[in-house]
């Protein structure tokens, strides 16, 4: 079974600093991978999404992440952090069922961006 | 376009209420989830429809949950009767063809 593994509960960077968000993944073939973020009272918003293309995927608000087989990891990166980009980030995988994929979510992390 | 709507935004109920959740999927997509968010458990998959159709409802905990899709534009989630362990934040998200699902801002349930 697919399954995703967020290695922080809880990251706190400064403004201006870079934020990298561990993920590990679980799959028996290749998977769909990707990140969501949360706002406060929000809905989730897609940031990126891996389909076995470019290993490197550029997403929303300077947001990217690497897919990396052999070490079987998605983390997601960006240079310089933001005050809005504090949020509750999912790293998700699917999980092909019939003509659709089920998205298994990961446990979240929460980022803190301090002045 | 307006993207997924859900009503309520907020619902506080007495346990043995019926709840009834709605949500209108973003015109066009034929694929329709419904999730459970708590601290607890997470993000849960309840159930999902395809063109109206229940797919899979594996995710539904139990029989006091029931779901249905009566249109391409239109479904509810419904709880009878709500206990408080049912307190949770509850979302809809909806995509057309694919895995790049499309989120409400969620319905937060409250049963005292």
């Known amino acids: 079974a697919q399954s995703v593994t967020q290695l922080d509960s809880h990251v706190s960077v400064s403004e201006g600093t870079p934020v990298l968000l561990r993920c590990n993944y679980s799959s028996s073939y290749s998977p769909s991978l990707f990140w969501y973020v949360q706002h406060p009272n929000k809905g989730l918003q897609l940031l990126l999404k891996y389909t076995s293309a470019a290993t490197l995927v550029k997403g929303i608000n300077g947001f990217e992440a690497e897919f990396k087989k052999s070490e079987t990891s998605f983390h997601l990166t960006k240079p310089s952090a933001h005050m809005s980009d504090a949020a509750e980030y999912f790293c998700?995988?699917?999980?092909?069922?019939?003509?659709?994929?089920?998205?298994?979510f990961g446990t979240g992390t929460r980022l803190q961006v301090f002045p | 376009d307006a993207g997924v709507i859900q009503s309520p935004r907020h619902e506080v109920t007495e346990m043995g209420q019926e709840v009834t959740l709605r949500c209108k999927p973003i015109s066009g997509h034929d694929y329709l989830f419904w999730y459970r968010q708590t601290m607890m458990r997470g993000l849960e998959l309840l159930i999902y429809?395809?063109?109206?159709?229940?797919?899979?409802d594996s995710g539904m905990p139990e029989d006091r949950f029931s779901a249905k899709m009566p249109n391409a534009s239109f479904s509810t989630l419904k709880i009878q009767p709500s206990e408080p362990r049912d307190s949770a934040v509850y979302f809809c998200?909806?995509?057309?063809?694919?895995?790049?699902?499309?989120f409400g801002p969620g319905t937060r349930l409250t049963v005292t």
């Open positions: 998700v995988v699917s999980d092909s069922f019939g003509n659709t994929d089920k998205l298994i």
């Open positions: 429809f395809n063109n109206n159709v229940p797919i899979d």
């Open positions: 998200a909806s995509s057309l063809a694919g895995v790049e699902q499309y």
